[in-house]
């Protein structure tokens, strides 16, 4: 599941929306939206996360997450080590490799350090 989609979920969850009638409302099939929820897609339009927003009547801080987790939600993530040191490179592979197989706890590990890093 992808950021964009966990959000979208908890959304649809909260509010008591079907997929049906969400994806009935947006004018995409459920099967897109399943997808799309599950990571199953690629990220989702900017139209898209407009429709979603208004359809739940997000605004400012809500909606403006929205985008953000959509530009974030592409399962499918190419990482271009071109130019950088030999270590970034091992360590752009070595995640490559063992994502699937990280204990969840040491993910958020992982993302909280990276994330503390960058701010």
């Given at each position: 599941m992808t950021p964009f989609g966990a959000r979208l979920r908890a959304l649809r969850d909260a509010r008591g929306v079907?997929?049906?009638e969400l994806a009935e409302a947006l004018h995409v099939s459920a099967a897109y939206l399943s997808a799309l929820e599950h990571g199953k897609r690629g990220r989702p339009s900017a139209g898209l996360i407009h429709q979603v927003n208004e359809y739940f009547g997000l605004i400012w801080d809500e909606a403006e997450e929205?985008?953000?987790?959509?530009r974030i939600s592409h399962p499918r993530v190419v990482v271009d080590?071109?130019?950088l040191s030999p270590e970034a490179t091992e360590l752009a592979n070595l995640l490559a490799r063992r994502i699937r197989d990280l204990p969840e706890g040491r993910v958020r590990a992982l993302l909280a350090a990276l994330k503390a890093d960058s701010g």
């Open positions: 079907s997929l049906t929205m985008t953000r987790l959509g080590t071109a130019g």
